[in-house]
């Protein structure tokens, strides 16, 4: 669904991506991990032409999009929903016109249409009864919820979250990371989550890359992983395992 081949990025003098190649198979989740500042995100925005490679090509369903034109991306970005790290809501905005903009932007739909769709997806993430609420008046973990649900009200075919689960409490981690592997079951999307959380990757990956300073130094299925003798690697199964007991 998505392969990334040889591909490069620098800005200026510093190479942030020295290289890295790596595939996610339909309906697969993979997670990518790295310590802050590794080029997680930079993966993440080369993926949907936010930033483009500076060497190396990107294939999305089948299609290049290294030198796609920005209407060819705005077909990828339908394609693949990024859930971002941080909710971005629309202050002034309520949930449901939250989750309905996106429908209004990109699709033909009726008015009842769209209603449809926007209180399915808000099901999906487990919310219902707070239409009329504005982001201020619901906690950090509903507003992620309720991003969450806007981005998958397009029904994109990949779902690319970054740090899905960064700053939020242990009950909501979990909540979060049970959210993921059902959406992923539930609407077969493939999903690419970058994060830091080792905790959360052993719980729902598929497959696990790790990535360290641009390079991807180890690769494999959550029991490889676990056997893995990278010592970056190590030192991430022993914060998981000391964080998180649930
Ligand atoms: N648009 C940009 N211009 C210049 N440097 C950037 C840009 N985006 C990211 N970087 C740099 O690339 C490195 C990797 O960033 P990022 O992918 O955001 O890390 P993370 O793995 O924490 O998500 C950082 O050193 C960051 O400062
Ligand atoms: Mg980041």
């Given at each position: 669904m998505i392969e990334f081949q040889n591909v490069k990025k620098s800005f200026g003098d510093r190479e942030i991506l020295k290289g890295i190649s790596f595939f996610v198979s339909k309906g697969e989740i993979l997670?990518?991990?790295?310590?802050?500042?590794?080029?997680?995100?930079?993966?993440?925005?080369?993926?949907?032409?936010?930033?483009?490679?500076?060497?190396?090509?990107?294939?999305?369903?089948?299609?290049?999009?290294?030198?796609?034109?920005?209407?060819?991306?705005?077909?990828?970005?339908?394609?693949?929903?990024?859930?971002?790290?941080?909710?971005?809501?629309?202050?002034?905005?309520?949930?449901?016109?939250?989750?309905?903009?996106?429908?209004?932007?990109?699709?033909?739909?009726?008015?009842?249409?769209?209603?449809?769709?926007?209180?399915?997806?808000?099901e999906l993430v487990n919310i219902s009864g707070i239409d009329d609420k504005l982001p201020s008046e619901i906690s950090y973990g509903m507003q992620k919820r309720v991003s969450l649900a806007r981005t998958i009200a397009l029904r994109p075919a990949v779902l690319l979250f970054d740090e899905p689960t960064t700053g939020l409490d242990p009950i909501t981690t979990n909540s979060v990371n049970q959210l993921i592997q059902d959406l992923s079951r539930k609407l077969k999307t493939t999903s690419l989550v970058v994060s830091h959380d080792m905790h959360c990757a052993l719980k729902i990956a598929d497959r696990i890359i790790v990535l360290d300073k641009g390079q991807i130094v180890d690769e494999g299925s959550v029991d490889e992983i676990l056997e893995s003798q990278s010592e970056l690697v190590r030192d991430f199964l022993l914060e998981a395992r000391a964080g998180g007991e649930s």
């Amino acid at each position: 669904m998505i392969e990334f081949q040889n591909v490069k990025k620098s800005f200026g003098d510093r190479e942030i991506l020295k290289g890295i190649s790596f595939f996610v198979s339909k309906g697969e989740i993979l997670f990518i991990l790295g310590t802050s500042g590794t080029g997680k995100s930079v993966t993440l925005k080369n993926i949907v032409g936010l930033l483009k490679p500076s060497s190396g090509n990107i294939v999305v369903d089948g299609e290049d999009i290294t030198q796609f034109s920005e209407d060819q991306l705005f077909a990828i970005r339908k394609k693949c929903g990024m859930v971002f790290q941080h909710p971005a809501l629309f202050d002034s905005l309520s949930v449901f016109e939250n989750v309905a903009f996106g429908l209004k932007r990109h699709e033909s739909l009726s008015e009842n249409e769209i209603r449809d769709r926007v209180h399915e997806s808000l099901e999906l993430v487990n919310i219902s009864g707070i239409d009329d609420k504005l982001p201020s008046e619901i906690s950090y973990g509903m507003q992620k919820r309720v991003s969450l649900a806007r981005t998958i009200a397009l029904r994109p075919a990949v779902l690319l979250f970054d740090e899905p689960t960064t700053g939020l409490d242990p009950i909501t981690t979990n909540s979060v990371n049970q959210l993921i592997q059902d959406l992923s079951r539930k609407l077969k999307t493939t999903s690419l989550v970058v994060s830091h959380d080792m905790h959360c990757a052993l719980k729902i990956a598929d497959r696990i890359i790790v990535l360290d300073k641009g390079q991807i130094v180890d690769e494999g299925s959550v029991d490889e992983i676990l056997e893995s003798q990278s010592e970056l690697v190590r030192d991430f199964l022993l914060e998981a395992r000391a964080g998180g007991e649930s």
